[in-house]
């Protein structure tokens, strides 16, 4: 097994990383490309071998945009997945050198995640899973011998995987939060992807200052208005170390999104000060990636 632990990068064109995720079925595969697809890769799920090397051609073409890909290729590619060895052999030999992620676990732990999930093996659909199981392990054993990396999945939850997976496979960027911060109007109507939603219609409302109704909560003096008094110093307070507490719990739970809505009446003035106040108090944190997104500012 090579010594090698993260994504190799080599230069034929132009710098690329190609990462081939393997292993048994029901070791976390689907979670593995989860997590190098938040890591910014473009990812393949069950690509035959033969159709891998045709990234690598357009890996060479400057305008493809692709400079990440992470794949998974594994039994369901049925008599074609024979073709893996020689395929990565073929993509060293032009220049190419793939990292092999493989992905295992032990008999008892794969038999409780089928009986879970009451999925049939690919290797046995119409026998025993433990068949399956048996044959499957035998089959990819010169594939554990080739992988670059080899993680036992027996003892570990999905997101622990993916925790895993973006500390040591891609650095500090993949362990990070995405979180949107999305100011909106509860008139036009609550947003739908939310995870968390803040009502704040109970902070002073700037609408009906003649002299702030045309501005938004980027301006000054909107935000010096809905924060006056002791309402909002009060909310912050008791607000941010919440969030202070839950973004690295979602972290921790290997959470790789979290959107925040931050709603009032017309999306204009008390969710985007409160929004804004957010994203300045999180903007130290290492851990954590915020983006704003202001949904109804532009409808009047």
Known sequence: MSSSTGPTEVATAKQVTLVVITGHSGAGK????????????FCVDNLPPRMIAGLGELFRHEGSGVERAAVVSDVRGGEYFDDLLQVLDDLEVEGLRPMVLFLEADEETLLDRYKETRRRHPLAPEGRIVEGIRAERELLAPLRERADKVIDTSDLTGGELRRQIAEELLGK???????????????????????????????????????????????????????????????????????????PAYVAEGKSHLTIA?????????????????????????DVIVRVKHRDVELG
Do not use: W
């Open 173 to 247: 960027e993949g362990g990070k939060l995405a979180l949107t911060l999305l100011t909106f109007g509860f008139k036009n109507g609550p947003p739908r992807d939310a995870d968390l939603t803040l009502d704040v219609r109970f902070l002073p409302n700037p609408y009906y200052d003649d002299a702030l109704r045309p501005m938004t909560g980027m301006d000054q003096e909107v935000r010096d208005y809905v924060e006056s008094g002791t309402q909002a110093g009060e909310f912050y307070g008791r607000l941010l170390p919440l969030l202070e507490f839950l973004v």
């Open 262 to 286: 931050v709603g009032c009446t017309g999306g204009r003035h008390r969710s985007i000060t409160v929004a804004d106040r957010i994203r300045r108090d999180l903007a130290s944190r290492e």
């Open 30 to 41: 689907s979670e593995a490309i989860a997590s190098f697809e938040d890591g910014g890769y």
